[in-house]
């Protein structure tokens, strides 16, 4: 069912309630669904500082451009970009990840200047308090997995070699010499290095704030279509 917004559907634009304090946010609790199903929430106040759990995501906008929406209630909805339509369909589809979440898009009100800018110069608390950390990588293809898999062994790879001292020549004569079979992981030239690659120069890694809203935090995951790192 396309959730992309009809004019002759008798539902409003969600009115946001002022918020009471500088240090309160909004954050959403996605309903749960099938991927292709209608996205609805609810959303509540909380301190910041209250430790709430919830998880900030950290994405691309892209085009600005609203055409999807968000269900609050039962007849109130939330514009969105297609970003984040394809954001929250996937998440709601990962069972290890939290189903409350602070968004930018959603938990500003974009058209309160005032609240945007106080919201804006607040984000760093917003992300540091945050059980977690988000971020949206894009959506997966077939030659993605292949890269998705790599960074899982790589992951893996270093939490078993973590307390190990390592000569950083070794390192090096390992990749002229592409020794990588002997340690268990694959050979240079195979295809997953480069589909690796790919999803590492993705639009999201030359976003401004991507790392500001990953280094004060240090609970992170990467997600890529509906699979989650680590």
Known sequence: MSEQISLDERIEIYQYTPLEKSTHIRILQLEPGEREDPLRCRIEHVDVNSGADYSAISYVW??????????VGKNRYIPLTASLYDVFRNLRCIKTVSKTFWA??????????????????????????ATEVITYIGPATAEDYEG??????????????????????????????????DVQLPAS??????????????????????????IVNDNVIMVYGTHALP
Request: proline share 4%.
């Open 148 to 181: 998705i898999r790599l960074a899982r062994m790589l992951h893996e790879f270093g939490v078993q070699h973590m307390d190990e001292e390592i000569d950083r020549w070794e390192i090096k004569n390992s990749l002229i010499e592409d020794k990588f079979p």
């Open 189 to 214: 030239t195979e295809t997953c290095w480069e589909a690796l690659h790919k999803l590492l120069v993705r639009p999201w890694s030359r976003r401004s704030w991507i790392f500001q809203e990953n």
């Open 104 to 129: 930018d898009q959603i938990c500003i009100n974009q058209d309160d200047l005032d609240e945007r800018s106080a919201q804006v110069s607040g984000m760093g608390s917003v992300y540091r308090n």
């Open 62 to 71: 892209g085009d600005p451009d609203k055409p999807f929406r968000m269900k």
